[in-house]
């Protein structure tokens, strides 16, 4: 510090205003008596016997200043990493029967969306969903605006609560995650979905198709079985990577059938059927791709309020273009839950929050989140 010292030529270190007196540090306003001669005006040298109190009391100053910025960067990174809120948008799967009534019954903003939702779809679905059967529910052309009617508003019914860094929606879920930030009004949003269940009812109808889950098995082992049995005639591939151990399979009722059997020669710890009534995700519902993309391609997007993760590449998108391409691509391309939620994580996430019915993507991140740790 002391070669420092007599080395400077910034009058910053060593005296910071030569218009005031600073004899308690040892030195005077007196130019003659302070400037040594051949050294830069301003520069004052500080008597040897006081040095031993005026470096100490400088480098405690920088030191000081140093730590209460480093404190100020901190907090702001605090308040800032805070703010990364995902709320997330679940699927198919997620109904339950009476999903919505009590949202319907306390909230003056949720019922006029419920009623308007009736009134876009042309009957009450809202009589199916507060009151209807399990049977009634699950059929596609139901449960999939049922779902989205009740994430939707139960984002809208947040008010400024509902203040996402970004969101991200599984499979169904990712129109209502696209409505929601406001890529999409409420209303074209609704018949988006209701146009996609349709056409996937119909193409369930065309052929017998169906989907399973495997648990506690490598996406690798699960992908080569499914290969496999393609290659010899009978469908069936890996349609949702929905957390480590646990991915669903998609085709045709003989390709499940199969692949369920050499699933549990090759390790899986469980198959479980599920109660769909499709091959979703699959090459096999290539024609509703085909009716859905007509639909989007002449509906108005906008850009939304933030990133929506989608689940053909599991990366953030904010341009109408690219996200239209990937809601249609996402019919027949698998759902890439795993690896969507470890880049929002990768990319500031801190919460996350479920909106619709259920927890069962709450379960998911959970899982996914754990085997990152």
């Not at 004052?44 to 040095?51: T, V």
């Not at 198709?209 to 290969?227: F, G, H, R, S």
Request: net charge neutral.
């Amino acid at each position: 510090m002391r070669i420092f010292a007599d080395k400077c030529k910034d009058t910053h270190f060593v005296c910071c205003n030569r218009q005031k007196s600073r004899k308690h540090y040892g030195f005077t306003n007196n130019a003659k008596e302070t400037v040594p001669s051949g050294k830069q005006t301003g520069c004052r040298k500080i008597k040897p016997a006081i040095k031993f109190v005026y470096y100490p009391v400088i480098i405690l100053h920088f030191v000081y200043r140093i730590s209460k910025t480093s404190e100020l960067i901190t907090t702001l990174f605090k308040q800032h990493s805070k703010k990364m809120k995902a709320f997330v948008f679940p699927g198919q799967g997620a109904q339950f029967c009476g999903m919505g009534k009590d949202l319907y019954e306390s909230n003056a903003i949720a019922k006029e969306y419920f009623d308007k939702a009736n009134e876009i779809l042309g009957f009450r679905i809202t009589d199916i969903m507060f009151e209807g059967t399990a049977d009634e529910l699950k059929q596609t052309k139901v449960t999939q605006p049922a779902v989205f009617i009740h994430s939707v508003i139960t984002a809208f019914a947040m008010g400024e609560e509902f203040a996402p860094s970004m969101v991200a929606g599984h499979s169904l879920g990712e129109l209502s995650a696209v409505t929601a930030a406001g890529a999409l009004s409420f209303e074209d949003g609704l018949r988006l979905v209701y146009k996609r269940a349709l056409a996937m009812q119909k193409a369930c109808e065309a052929q017998e198709t169906t989907m399973a889950a495997v648990i506690a098995l490598p996406d690798d082992a699960v992908e080569n079985v499914c290969k496999s049995i393609s290659d010899n005639g009978n469908i069936v591939v890996a349609a949702n990577y929905n957390c480590p151990g646990q991915i669903a399979i998609s085709g045709t009722v003989e390709g499940i059938a199969e692949a369920s059997e050499a699933l549990k020669e090759a390790g899986a710890k469980r198959i479980i059927p599920l109660s769909v009534s499709g091959a979703f995700h699959s090459p096999l519902m290539q024609p509703a791709k085909e009716e859905l993309e007509q639909a989007i391609m002449s509906t108005t997007f906008s850009t939304p309020r933030c990133p929506i993760y989608q689940n053909v590449d599991a990366k953030p998108h904010t341009s109408p273009e690219e996200i239209k391409a990937n809601l249609i691509a996402q019919l027949t391309a698998p759902v890439r839950w795993t690896t969507t939620v470890q880049n929002m994580v990768a990319d500031g996430a801190t919460e996350f929050v479920e909106c619709g019915p259920g927890t069962v993507l709450q379960g998911m991140i959970k899982k996914i989140t754990s085997a990152n740790q």
